[in-house]
C-alpha cells in the first residue's frame, strides 16, 4: 500500500494554503487597493506587495538561490496580478524535485537557514493568515480547510513570543489572549497578535 509521507502532507497542506491567499486576493478591485488592513500602518496594495515579495523570496530560496535583493519589496503596477503569478511561481518551486531536501536562505529570519520542511511551515502560516488580512480589509474572511486548520494553529502557536514582537517591522504582533473554546482561525489569529473582530474604519 503506497503511504504518504509527512512531508508531502506537508506539502499539499501547503499548497491549499497558499490557494487560499489566491482565493482572497483574486477578486480584490483596484478601488479597494487603498483599503486599510490589519496590518497596521499599510493599505491593500502595500499588503499585496509585501506577500508577492515573499513568495518570490520564498521560490528563490526554495531554488537554491541566496540572494537578498530578491526579498526587497518593489511597487507593482498591478498588485493582484503580480501577486497571482508570485504564488504560481513559489507553488512550482517548493513542488520540484529536491526542493524539501535542501537548507534554504531566509535572510529576514534569524538565524537566516532552515531545512525546507521548516520554512514551508513558515510560508504556511503566512499564506494562511495575510488571506485572513486581505478578505477583511475588503469586508470578507475565509474559510479554513479542516485538513490545513491543525497544521496552521500549530505552527502559529509555534512562531516565538517576547519582545522580538514588539520591535518595529516585527512579522507580527504580540500575542492576544486565546481562550480554549474559540474556533481554531480565531486562535491562530490571536497567537499572531490579530484581533478576530477586526474590521476597517467605517465598515
Same mark, same amino acid.
Request: proline share 8%; hydrophobic share 45%; aromatic share 4%.
Given at each position: ?82 501577486? /497571482?503569478?508570485? +504564488? @504560481? ?9 529536491? #526542493? &524539501?531536501? %535542501? ?72 500575542? /492576544?489572549?486565546? +481562550? @480554549? ?9 490571536? #497567537? &499572531?497578535? %490579530? ?9
Amino acid at each position: 500500500m503506497h503511504t504518504i509521507s509527512e512531508d508531502q502532507l506537508l506539502l499539499a497542506r501547503h499548497r491549499r494554503a497558499v490557494r487560499l491567499s489566491v482565493d482572497a486576493v483574486s477578486p480584490v478591485a483596484d478601488a479597494s487597493l487603498t483599503c486599510e488592513t490589519p496590518c497596521a500602518g499599510w493599505d491593500l496594495r502595500d499588503l499585496l506587495e509585501h506577500m508577492g515579495t515573499q513568495n518570490r523570496g520564498f521560490a528563490a530560496a526554495a531554488r537554491g538561490e541566496d540572494d537578498p535583493g530578491v526579498w526587497e519589496v518593489r511597487r507593482a503596477a498591478d498588485p493582484v496580478g503580480d501577486y /497571482l503569478r508570485s +504564488a @504560481d511561481e513559489v507553488l512550482a518551486a517548493f513542488a520540484a524535485p529536491g #526542493a &524539501l531536501t %535542501r537548507t534554504l536562505a531566509l535572510p529576514e529570519i534569524p538565524p537566516g537557514r532552515f531545512p525546507a520542511t521548516v520554512a514551508l511551515g513558515f510560508h504556511l502560516i503566512d499564506s494562511v493568515v495575510h488571506a485572513w488580512d486581505v478578505a477583511r480589509s475588503v469586508g470578507g474572511t475565509i474559510d479554513l480547510d479542516p485538513d490545513l486548520a491543525p497544521t496552521a494553529l500549530r505552527v502559529a502557536l509555534a512562531v516565538p513570543t517576547g519582545k522580538s514582537r514588539q520591535r518595529p517591522g516585527a512579522a507580527f504582533a504580540p500575542a /492576544l489572549e486565546i +481562550a @480554549d473554546d474559540e474556533a481554531t482561525l480565531d486562535r491562530i489569529l490571536r #497567537a &499572531l497578535g %490579530r484581533s478576530p473582530h477586526w474590521r476597517p474604519s467605517g465598515r
